[in-house]
């Protein structure tokens, strides 16, 4: 009988996190949730009898600590991460620069580095980096975000290039336009209206489960198919800078 292959997903307690952890169990993958909002994964973890971990992906000696005790790990989803602000660069705060940075780019070097020897165990391991548009094009009000995520997708493509004849794929997804639980909302620090606007006139937004679709289709692809780089848009957005809005 062919053991169950694990999946672990950070920032799994809402949006494309949670939508990829429903989709990966329906897959067929025991799949580990980390998040630090211990109610949000453990209720998630529950309903998809899966496994929730209170992590804080910004934390390297609770990552270590997770690894150790996770066990088997044949694919890890790099997803927690997020904006905030959309300040010019001359008047962004260093802080939220900084936050950024630790989330999105430590955060993903943190978990990389302390499951690699479990995905390498496994045999046929996948690393997959939630990415945005945001890491290959930039766009004003966006230079901290912009940065972070650039970083993000310089990981994935440096650790693809290392572990070239290694039993470990090294996916990138890049999201354009997604209207996810509490994105833009945090960006925006709590702005509702603000965040609303972001969407205002787009008839199709990508939704978390279109997300989550994709990456349920890159990780169950065969051993030897590795889908370096998948840009996602929903049909209104041309690019960063180009979107459909009917007003």
């Known amino acids: 009988m062919t053991e169950q292959k694990v999946a672990v997903v950070t920032g799994a307690s809402s949006g494309i996190g949670a939508a990829t952890a429903r989709r990966l169990a329906a897959e067929g993958f025991d799949v580990v949730l980390t998040a630090r909002r211990t109610d949000r994964i453990e209720a998630l973890a529950k309903e998809i009898g899966g496994r929730a971990y209170t992590l804080d992906v910004t934390d390297r000696a609770a990552v270590d600590a997770f690894a150790a005790a996770v066990g088997r790990v044949d694919v890890l989803v790099n997803n927690a991460g997020g904006a905030i602000g959309a ?12 936050a950024m940075y630790q989330v999105n780019v430590l955060g993903v070097l943190h978990v990389t580095q302390a499951l690699l020897p479990a995905l390498r165990a496994s045999g046929d391991g996948t690393v997959l980096v939630l990415s945005s548009t945001a890491a290959l094009a930039a766009y004003e009000g966006g230079g901290g975000y ?68 994709t990456v349920a289709w890159t990780v169950t692809r065969p051993s030897h198919v590795n889908i370096d780089l998948l840009v996602v848009r929903p049909r209104a957005q041309a690019a960063n800078h180009k979107v459909h809005r009917e007003l």
């Open 146 to 213: 912009v940065a972070a995520k650039h970083a993000a997708h310089t990981i994935a493509a440096t650790l693809r290039l290392e572990l070239c004849g290694e039993p470990i794929r090294v996916i990138e997804i890049a999201p354009g336009m997604v209207k996810s639980e509490g994105f833009a909302v945090t960006r925006f620090r709590g702005d509702e209206d603000k965040a609303a606007a972001v969407y205002a006139g787009v008839a199709e937004p990508l939704t978390s489960e279109d997300i989550a679709d």
């Open 87 to 98: 300040e010019t660069v001359e008047h962004g705060d260093p802080a939220d620069w900084m």
